[in-house]
């Protein structure tokens, strides 16, 4: 499905709600697997969620994860502990490109009996469940955080914890200290000293709670980009949302000030209004919250702002390389775009090209971090239905708030 937006404008005020975080979805839905006394309110409708829910229930010996990264990480730590299964996981054409080794390296360290079906170091993975009782591992730390949570989630299910050392400067702290502040909240004991995080066994079991889930800051972050693109004046009321989130993302508050956008958090919700205009050029290190550079480099181009935005050398192994994609598809606006392995920064912005069409690359990021220029010209979003994998509700909701489609 391929969406044209025709150059629109939007209600000066409106209000979306937004489903759980997809982030906070899967880790909680992995650890009520394990844990059945847990239950969950307001879990996200995105499809990885989704994915993951039918995952966890399934009794097939082939678990087909489709383009849900998450997913994949966290059901290959999953697995290694469901003694006496034996599963095939796999994923889509891309997914078997995007590299597991590092966990996968990590997992075996414990005992896990883990194979690779075609490529090493890629999925498919060859699964056989076992008692783990060995409990001490290292991992490097600039690598996806997903490994490293993946690795904490079984954690307390392991008969005797886990002790887990992290190698070198660690990138994105926030998903970490997400998963280990849900442990807390279900009564596991941790502790994250210097580099090394310790999660106990709990031989107790986990007594029965139930955690309502907080909508998901990333979605959000479009609405940010759209209000910022907007009028002075212009408000979105967002919820459910909280000042105190678990989300690394939750940062576009403070970033999306120096758009001239404030946010005011309010009866569990966040009034998002765009105060005054800054065209200051901009520098962000995004190391912890590089889901939402795509969004903001958009935001710049859209507004013709010169920008650098660092951290982000996590982008190329998500679901396209994203620093690539994000280069070819802005320079079709006619903006030159340069990037590195841990970069990209806008210069010498030119105006908007009008009736560009943006190539999504099966990356539900892209074609939503995209939209919001159609508050500036006239563009083309393909494949625009692969927004599915995180907000499946996004065109609809644009439309509610003024966007028009063709």
């Given at each position: 499905m391929n969406i044209k937006i025709q150059k629109s404008?939007?209600?000066?005020?409106?209000?979306?709600?937004?489903?759980?975080?997809?982030?906070?979805?899967?880790?909680?839905?992995?650890?009520?697997?394990?844990?059945?006394?847990?239950?969950?309110?307001?879990?996200?409708?995105?499809?990885?969620?989704?994915?993951?829910?039918?995952?966890?229930?399934?009794?097939?010996?082939?678990?087909?994860?489709?383009?849900?990264?998450?997913?994949?990480?966290?059901?290959?730590?999953?697995?290694?502990?469901?003694?006496?299964?034996?599963?095939?996981?796999?994923?889509?054409?891309?997914?078997?490109?995007?590299?597991?080794?590092?966990?996968?390296?990590?997992?075996?360290?414990?005992?896990?009996?883990?194979?690779?079906?075609?490529?090493?170091?890629?999925?498919?993975?060859?699964?056989?469940?076992?008692?783990?009782?060995?409990?001490?591992?290292?991992?490097?730390?600039?690598?996806?955080?997903?490994?490293?949570?993946?690795?904490?989630?079984?954690?307390?299910?392991?008969?005797?914890?886990?002790?887990?050392?992290?190698?070198?400067?660690?990138?994105?702290?926030?998903?970490?200290?997400?998963?280990?502040?849900?442990?807390?909240?279900?009564?596991?004991?941790?502790?994250f000293e210097n580099n090394i995080i310790n999660v106990k066994h709990a031989d107790k079991g986990i007594s029965p709670i139930t955690l309502t889930v907080e909508s998901d800051w990333s979605s959000a972050s479009y609405f940010y980009s759209i209000v910022a693109l907007s009028e002075v004046g212009t408000q979105i009321t967002l919820s459910s949302y909280k000042d105190n989130s678990l989300q690394g993302d939750a940062v576009l508050a403070d970033i999306y000030k120096n758009f001239g956008v404030d946010t005011i958090f309010e009866n569990n919700s966040i009034l998002i209004k765009k105060e005054s205009e800054n065209l200051n050029p901009k520098t962000f290190n995004l190391v912890n919250c590089p889901d939402i550079a795509q969004t903001i480099a958009v935001t710049c181009l859209g507004l013709g702002i010169n920008c650098m935005l660092e951290g982000l050398h996590t982008l190329k192994i998500k679901e396209t390389d994203r620093l690539v994609a994000l280069k070819t598809e802005i320079e079709k606006f006619g903006t030159p775009v340069s990037i590195t392995n841990n970069s990209l920064s806008l210069h010498d912005i030119k105006p908007l090209k009008n009736n560009i069409v943006v190539d999504t690359y099966k990356d539900h990021r892209m074609a939503m971090a995209f939209a919001p220029l159609g508050l500036k010209t006239n563009l083309t979003i393909n494949t625009a239905d692969v927004v599915s994998k995180s907000y499946p509700d996004f065109w609809t909701d644009l439309a509610h708030i003024g966007f028009t489609f063709k």
């Open positions: 404008s939007i209600k000066q005020q409106s209000a979306i709600i937004i489903t759980g975080s997809k982030s906070e979805s899967n880790r909680l839905l992995l650890l009520q697997a394990l844990f059945p006394t847990i239950g969950i309110q307001n879990i996200s409708n995105a499809d990885d969620a989704v994915l993951m829910q039918n995952a966890l229930s399934s009794d097939s010996d082939v678990i087909d994860i489709h383009h849900a990264g998450t997913a994949m990480r966290f059901l290959t730590a999953f697995l290694t502990t469901q003694k006496d299964r034996e599963i095939l996981l796999t994923g889509s054409s891309r997914m078997q490109e995007r590299p597991i080794k590092i966990l996968v390296d990590a997992l075996t360290q414990l005992g896990a009996n883990i194979t690779y079906e075609n490529v090493d170091g890629y999925p498919p993975l060859k699964i056989k469940g076992q008692t783990i009782t060995k409990n001490k591992v290292s991992i490097k730390a600039n690598v996806s955080s997903q490994y490293i949570s993946a690795l904490l989630l079984i954690a307390p299910n392991l008969k005797n914890g886990l002790e887990l050392t992290l190698q070198g400067e660690i990138t994105s702290i926030p998903y970490i200290k997400m998963t280990l502040s849900l442990l807390n909240k279900l009564g596991v004991e941790t502790r």
